[in-house]
């Protein structure tokens, strides 16, 4: 189960569109797994967690996609 970030803070970020919200992290995680597969084996870390993390922190916006 994934605490941070929270649902809410990430549903703020694309202006309470949910809809916007899980396409966003659908899409970046397929570009982080496409990219990062073996990074992430040695990790133990999922890409949607990835994913979740970096538009919490702004890094990716959701004019992006």
């Known amino acids: ?4 970030p929270s649902i809410d803070t990430l ?3 694309t202006g309470g569109n949910r809809y916007v ?6 899409k970046r ?3 982080i797994e496409s990219v990062k597969r073996l990074e992430l084996a040695d990790q ?3 890409a949607i ?3 979740c993390e ?3 922190s702004g890094k990716v916006k959701p004019s992006a996609f």
């Open 1 to 4: 189960m994934m605490i941070e």
């Open 11 to 13: 549903v703020s970020k």
């Open 21 to 26: 919200l899980c396409t966003i992290i659908s």
């Open 29 to 31: 995680a397929k570009e």
């Open 44 to 46: 133990d870390r999922k």
């Open 49 to 51: 967690s990835l994913a």
């Open 54 to 56: 970096e538009i919490a």
